[in-house]
């Protein structure tokens, strides 16, 4: 697992977008390709590169350095960690 994932990544930053947008990457993914993947957003980030995730995964989120989380499609909560 995670193949997909990293060829995504890839595709993605091909053409050096200002804001890479992931919806659930680790969702499949075993504990050490989910920290890989974690890495590798931290690694692009300190680059400059702004990614938002979309996540149900706490590992994840613990990461981040802003949370905003959505309920029925609003949001309800802004936490800057």
Same mark, same amino acid.
């Given at each position: 697992?995670?193949? @997909? @994932?990293? =060829?995504?990544?890839?595709?993605? +930053?091909?053409? *050096?977008?200002?804001?890479? +947008?992931?919806? %659930?990457? $680790?969702?499949? +993914?075993? $504990? ?7 890495? +590798?957003?931290? *690694?692009?980030? %300190?680059?400059?590169? $702004?990614?938002? =995730?979309? $996540?149900? *995964? /706490?590992?994840? /989120?613990? &990461? /981040?350095?802003?949370?905003? &989380? ?7 909560? =802004? %936490? =800057?960690?």
């Amino acid at each position: 697992g995670g193949e @997909q @994932q990293r =060829v995504a990544i890839a595709r993605a +930053l091909i053409n *050096d977008p200002l804001i890479l +947008l992931a919806d %659930e990457p $680790t969702g499949n +993914l075993d $504990t050490k390709m989910r920290d890989d993947i974690i890495g +590798l957003f931290c *690694d692009l980030n %300190e680059k400059g590169y $702004t990614i938002v =995730v979309a $996540t149900h *995964d /706490s590992e994840v /989120s613990n &990461r /981040s350095k802003k949370i905003i &989380r959505l309920k029925d499609g609003k949001i309800f909560d =802004v %936490e =800057v960690g």
